[in-house]
Nanobody
């Protein structure tokens, strides 16, 4: 099993920055992909960014150039640096991990952290 704990959410003005962190514990040696999802009120959960052990990185189109995903050296941490935040980035952000190479398969979830961007 894998446990994920997020931190770093909060309230920020438009144009500001936040850095989300996620710490993984448990059978972390078998994690192959980690990423961040978000869910805004009344909307479906969407994949924001993903990073795999092979170095593959991908972003939701609306965050490209503003958000950066990275892994810690110990590979049990994943970060999401969010710059130039917009009110439409407001959502609960969830850390996700998978032992497969695809984040959407057999996904482990964190509890979520609220990000609110005021205009």
């Amino acid at each position: 099993q894998v446990q994920l704990v997020e931190s770093g959410g909060g309230l920020v003005q438009a144009g500001g920055s936040l850095r989300l962190s996620c710490a993984a514990s448990g059978t972390i040696f078998s994690i192959n992909a980690m990423g961040w999802y978000r869910q805004a009120p009344g909307k479906q959960r969407e994949l924001v960014a993903v990073i795999t052990n092979s170095g593959y990185i991908n972003y939701l189109d609306s965050v490209k150039g503003r958000f950066t995903i990275s892994r810690g050296n110990a590979k049990n941490m994943v970060y999401l640096q969010m710059n130039s935040l917009k009110p439409e980035d407001t959502a609960v952000y969830y850390c996700a991990a998978s032992k497969t190479g695809t984040i959407t398969i057999n996904t482990y979830w964190g509890q979520g952290t609220q990000v609110t961007v005021s205009s």
